[in-house]
């Protein structure tokens, strides 16, 4: 097992550190203290538009013809070895996200899943056999469609899933044959960095998989409009995605870009089990989760209940340092995102909000947050609050319930708790999100289910085998028999 330091690293391309004397260098912070944990060098667009060339390279000469149980067999050492890292992996999410090591641990477990979910897909490519004699004039003929890699994806990833979220992109993109340049956060590059050293022991081939460490607004746009780049997978906020897109042009692109997700408490659901799910659900890494319940819609029969039920469960909580095991809540990525959110508290509160426990700031730790008497134009309601803030909203009929939950920019996914089953299938199809649950929250994932949004919450799916299909093309092959 090869020794991983990240005190002070660069952008690896060609299986290369790049340093050279026009790189500027920057300190990466804990969140929770301000202490410096690492330092890297930051790329510049020469370095970007290198990291490109070198990915194109190696797809043509090495990667696209890699069989698959070569990239299978890859995919899952790099499995092994990340799974044998647990630790190591999860304090640094800790001191460099400042996520709670106990969630840094389940975000390192689900990211070996990812591994392992694409090793199996990679075996699994296939087309199809179009019967061409369907047509006429089509007899003799036989037609057959077959995919293939698309060649270099650029990967952009978010600050608040470092590693889940960077192999949500990268396993499905070297499962089907692609090559990748990963562009990390810029608050979160030291686990993308250890990342790409795994996949370097693991065997993937020299120069398939090149890290950009550096400023979005220098090599952003370099990733999305070069020529050489076939396809973008971007998370993050919208104003950003859509600025993307709008560059891409004919690029295939794939935007996760966030929500407020509503969930729907029926009087005949389990109060219990959803407010012990709602805890996590709105709380866990400080309410920086894309699926984070955010609005929690609750029967007026069952209100009071409920809501005396949760804040019980939340005062529970405890916050604190993140690699401390009985922290429950750290901090925020910043100080200044935790001012933010504290203004949006206040705004509310000024226009009528309640708050029924939590709402004070101290640096960059917010308490959990839970506002009631709110109003579909308050921002804790009608924007992506990103931070430890519920709100709690009465509702009497399942007609005003769904009018409530769809009065949104948003639909990424949605929690519905209720027994009756004919209700729970009518209500997700009348809800606009790209997933549903029922009697579960809004904030479960799994790493094997198409995941994306619709409205603002973006375009494309999520999950290893339904992101392959757009990390692929379809050709036709014909053969016209003698």
């Not at 097992?1 to 990466?28: A, C, F, Q, R, Y």
């Not at 005003?400 to 089953?421: H, K, P, R």
Request: glycine residues 10%; aromatic residues 6%.
């Amino acid at each position: 097992m090869i020794s991983i330091n990240v005190k002070h690293v660069s952008s690896l391309i060609n299986g290369e550190e790049v340093t050279h004397p026009e790189m500027k260098t920057m300190d990466i912070t804990s969140p929770f203290n301000g202490e410096v944990v690492g330092r890297v060098n930051l790329a510049t667009r020469l370095d970007a538009e290198n990291a490109i060339e070198t990915a194109y390279n190696v797809f043509h000469k090495t990667m696209k013809k890699l069989p698959a149980h070569r990239r299978s067999d890859i995919l899952r050492k790099v499995g092994d070895l990340l799974e044998g890292r647990t630790e190591e992996f999860a304090k640094v999410l800790a001191q460099e996200a400042g996520k709670p090591i106990r969630d840094g641990r389940g975000e390192v477990g689900r990211a070996v899943q990812v591994l392992r979910f694409a090793a199996d897909e990679a075996k699994k490519i296939q087309g199809e056999l179009v019967p061409m004699d369907a047509a006429i004039g089509g007899e003799g003929r036989i037609g057959m469609v077959r995919r293939y890699p698309v060649g270099v994806v650029a990967a952009i990833t978010p600050f608040n899933f470092p590693l889940n979220l960077a192999l949500h992109k990268l396993a499905p993109a070297f499962a089907a044959g692609n090559t990748v340049v990963l562009k990390p956060a810029g608050k979160t590059p030291l686990t993308s960095y250890m990342l790409v050293k795994l996949f370097e022991e693991a065997g993937l081939p020299k120069g398939a998989l090149n890290l950009v460490i550096g400023n979005g607004s220098e090599i952003g746009d370099v990733l999305v409009t070069n020529p050489r780049i076939s396809k973008v997978s971007f998370t993050g906020s919208p104003a950003v995605g859509i600025s993307l897109r709008q560059q891409a042009g004919l690029k295939k692109v794939t935007l996760e870009l966030g929500s407020n997700s509503p969930n729907i408490i029926f009087s005949d659901g389990d109060i219990s089990a959803a407010a012990a799910g709602l805890v996590r659900g709105a709380f866990a890494y400080s309410g920086q989760v894309c699926i984070s319940a955010q609005r929690i819609y609750v029967q007026k029969d069952v209100y009071q209940e409920f809501l005396n039920l949760y804040v019980s469960l939340v005062e529970q909580l405890v916050i604190g340092n993140p690699l401390e095991e009985s922290t429950d809540i750290g901090p925020m990525i910043s100080e200044q995102e935790a001012i933010r959110a504290e203004t949006w508290i206040e705004e509310a509160v000024n226009a009528g909000a309640k708050i029924v426990t939590g709402g004070k700031r101290k640096g960059t730790l917010l308490e959990p947050t839970i506002l009631v008497d709110v109003t579909p134009e308050m921002k804790v309601v009608c924007q992506e609050t990103f931070a430890p803030i519920v709100s709690i909203i009465p509702f009497e009929t399942e007609e005003e319930v769904i009018a409530y939950a769809n009065d949104s920019d948003f639909g990424l996914q949605a929690g519905v708790f209720t027994t009756d089953i004919n209700r729970a299938m009518r209500v997700a199809g009348r809800l606009e999100t790209g997933g549903v649950w029922i009697n579960e929250t809004s904030t479960y994932r799994q790493d094997n289910y198409p995941y994306g949004g619709v409205k603002l919450s973006g375009v494309g799916k999520e999950g290893v085998k339904y992101a392959m299909e757009d990390m692929t093309e379809i050709k036709f092959v014909g053969i016209k028999l003698a």
